[in-house]
């Protein structure tokens, strides 16, 4: 017998029995939220649909399927934003896709509540618009792209676990790739440790990782300065590290990026200086065509 859902009717119990209703669209929002954990309705608007009551409709659909479940994050003196985790379905889908053993419906229950339940919940989401930002410029600039965005785990994963920046990313404009990792500060940390975190980058160059920018992505002009201060004392010659702030601009692709020791000179994310090296055992190279982020939407 089918299983139900409240208010929704019968269940499916397969991904067989839904295959005739999925569209390439929605195992990119699958993979999207498997490897991100959750994404707001805005955000998968920005990158996947054309209007908020198209995107809304369809994760409505797939909710009936439980392909894809959500919650509210009631914030005080804030919108409610409505945020996607995994359902039974489509976290099924991503474990078999990768060869991994299917998850029961305990452990996705269990992966959601933790979700909902994560007092980094506010970082995750402002970490995924970082990168969600990118991806509804490139719909726009089409001599543009974000040709990686991997999570933290992921990264940490690529890079033999010698850093752990909250995601890694490789941008495109035109004929120039810049390769990046991303520190999200939402200034709940003293400036020490963040420039504590320099040292990993500095030794994972060394032992053959690739030459990427380390971006700080900060909450205030004031705090920028002061990291900058910081910076300057720290003296990391061999690093490439860039700041910004909300001040400087909406749009991370734009000339919003101030490189530590060359004054207050902002450029834009594709000028920064950047080398992806040889592949080697902590250097995953350039990107490929499995590491696009949108790569379902076109098979």
């Not at 299917?102 to 909902?116: F, L, N, S």
């Amino acid at each position: 017998m089918l299983g139900t859902i409240t208010g929704y009717g019968p269940a499916p119990r397969s991904l067989i029995d839904i295959s005739h209703r999925l569209r390439p669209r929605d195992y990119t929002i699958a993979a999207l939220l498997d490897e991100h954990t959750t994404l707001t309705t805005d955000q998968l608007t920005a990158v996947l649909f054309a209007h908020p009551t198209t995107c809304r409709h369809r994760l409505h659909q797939l909710r009936t399927l439980t392909f894809v479940d959500r919650f509210i994050r009631n914030q005080p003196g804030a919108a409610n934003a409505t945020c996607w985790t995994p359902g039974l379905l489509s976290a099924r889908w991503a474990a078999l896709a990768r060869g991994d053993s299917p998850p029961t419906a305990r452990m996705v229950r269990i992966r959601q509540d933790r979700v909902y339940a994560s007092p980094t919940l506010a970082h995750q989401l402002s970490t995924n618009q970082f990168f969600v930002d990118l991806l509804a410029h490139a719909r726009g600039h089409p001599e543009t792209g974000l040709l990686r965005w991997w999570s933290e785990q992921n990264t940490a994963a690529a890079f033999g676990q010698r850093i752990r920046p909250d995601g890694h990313g490789i941008w495109r404009s035109r004929d120039r790739t810049v390769g990046f990792h991303l520190e999200l500060d939402r200034g709940t940390e003293p400036l020490s440790r963040l420039v504590g975190r320099l040292a990993a980058h500095r030794l994972l160059q060394a032992e053959g990782g690739p030459q990427y920018p380390l971006l700080f992505m900060l909450p205030s002009r004031a705090r920028e300065q002061h990291l900058h201060r910081r910076l300057a004392e720290a003296c990391e010659p061999t690093l490439t590290i860039a700041t910004s702030c909300p001040q400087a601009g909406p749009n991370p692709a734009g000339p919003v990026w101030r490189v530590a020791g060359n004054g207050r000179h902002r450029l834009p994310l594709a000028e920064l200086p950047s080398r992806h090296g040889q592949p080697g055992i902590l250097n995953p190279g350039p990107p490929t065509g499995e590491d696009d982020p949108l790569r379902l939407l076109h098979r």
